[in-house]
């Protein structure tokens, strides 16, 4: 049993449909020969062919089948932590070398900025140290107290939000 098909036409016809069509186009055609030229490139093997258009679905949400497509993540975007003010507190028994040596340890602060708050401190009362994280101001001023009170200081420091 034989299969009939379609009679193809030759390559060579569609070489000449593209000539005609490149000449079609070059000279001023008229409108009914610009529409035959349009015709003509419908009609070329390497045209737009509408029997082989996949069918997209109007729903964006409906998944094509052999197409993944990446999901877009939400952006999240994470605050900075609020920041706490420590302040040193002047007592007349802690000795201004020892403040220093904690200002500068433990606070990490320059020689000349420790004695400038050391002597702040001592002049005022009350002088700003460091603005930091809750946690790290905690961390810093427990270990400020619990040094002072090994070496038998009263030092004070407190820490605020900013």
Not at 70 to 84: F, G, K, N
């Amino acid at each position: 049993m034989e299969r009939a098909s379609a009679p193809r036409k030759p390559a060579h016809q569609y070489s000449k449909s593209l000539e005609a069509l490149k000449i079609l186009r070059t000279q001023s055609a008229s409108p009914g020969e610009r529409g035959r030229a349009d015709r003509l490139v419908e009609a070329s093997p390497g045209a737009y062919n509408r029997s082989r258009r996949r069918a997209v679905p109007n729903d964006p949400s409906e998944p094509v089948p052999g197409v993944s497509v990446p999901v877009a993540q939400p952006v999240t975007r994470t605050r900075p932590a609020p920041r706490y003010k420590v302040f040193l507190h002047n007592d007349p028994i802690t000795r201004m070398e020892f403040v220093t040596k904690i200002l500068r340890g433990i606070f990490a602060l320059q020689s000349s900025r420790a004695q400038a708050v050391m002597l702040e401190a001592h002049e005022t009362g009350v002088a700003f140290v460091v603005a930091l994280a809750l946690e790290q101001a905690e961390f810093r001023v427990d270990q400020a107290h619990s040094l002072a009170r090994a070496a038998g200081y009263p030092l004070t420091f407190t820490y605020e939000p900013e």
